[in-house]
């Protein structure tokens, strides 16, 4: 490969995307060039956000020496679905890459860079550090106490977390994180995506019923259905003027409100595709 096309692909993951055959969506193309920290993914079922995050997991593997890339999902097989997808677009590089180590559920590459798939137990996934990428993939069914032992892992490296999901009722980290302060975020939903067509969703929307489809391919946050008072409710409720009993501030109500200046929101579909300025 000549070494300015090389110098190319490691500067643009978009280009890298194209060079495995992979014409990336516009909300792809951006998510491959983002250059934050914190990334929220709320994208309908099949419209891309796994081989997007691979592609991401892959080259900065390739182009980012003794990166450590971790995989975290609701259960080791679908973070082991995760990281085949990330060694099927390895198999497509034009020169594939010398592997120290290879496994059906991790890799080393020559330059020590590690893609690891993680169990979805809190327990045992304690031990990595310095870690430049983390993967939450099916971020609303992932248990909280695992996501809150996986962000000490970036601690020291300033490295960078993505949730990507379909929601799953007001609820845990990931409805959080789509809600509070510090997180780019983009919104896909299946009506977005060029490869979904209007009679699926019609068929879908009329087997799933309203609930579930509205999560699964509408990207709406709707109330779970076990739920005595909505969420708006049960906030309505809520005093920030009174103290709580044993000190400390009004966790019901922080990350709820104030300004979310600087935050961007991408949401594809439509003539206004695009980041936003929130």
């Known amino acids: 490969m000549p070494a300015a096309y090389d110098a190319l692909l490691a500067l643009d993951p978009v280009a890298f ?19 934050g920290r914190r990334l929220a993914l709320n994208c309908a079922r099949q419209t891309g956000k796994s081989t997007a995050a691979a592609t991401l997991a892959l080259h900065r593997a390739l182009y980012h020496r003794n990166s450590l890339i971790l995989l975290v999902s609701p259960s080791l097989r679908q973070s082991g679905e995760l990281f085949r997808k990330v060694t099927d677009l390895m198999a497509g590089l034009a020169v594939r890459p010398h592997l120290d180590e290879d496994n059906r559920l991790s890799c080393q590459l020559a330059n020590r860079s590690r893609i690891v798939s993680l169990p979805s137990s809190e327990a045992t996934i304690r031990g990595f550090s310095g870690a ?3 993967v939450e993939d099916e971020a609303s069914r992932v248990p909280d106490d695992l996501y809150r032992a996986v962000r000490p892992m970036l601690a020291t490296s300033g490295g960078r977390l993505i949730l ?53 391919y509408g990207c709406e946050f709707v109330e779970t259905s076990d739920s005595l008072f909505t969420f708006e ?36 579909g439509g003539s206004g595709e695009g980041w936003s300025d929130l």
């Open 17 to 35: 995307s194209r060079s495995l055959g992979i014409d990336p969506d516009p909300w792809q193309a951006d998510v491959l060039r983002w250059h």
């Open 132 to 134: 430049s990428l983390i």
């Open 164 to 216: 990507m999901s379909t929601p799953f009722g007001k609820r845990g980290h990931f409805w959080e994180a789509w809600n509070a302060g510090g997180w780019e975020r983009v919104e896909v939903p299946a009506t977005a995506c060029p490869r979904i067509s209007a009679d699926f969703l019609a068929e879908e929307q009329a087997a799933l019923g309203p609930w579930w489809f509205k999560q699964e």
């Open 233 to 268: 409710e049960t906030m309505g409720l809520a005093r920030p003027d009174i103290e709580p009993l044993f000190g400390g501030q009004n966790e019901l109500l922080s990350g709820r409100t104030g300004s979310r200046a600087g935050e961007r929101l991408h949401r594809a």
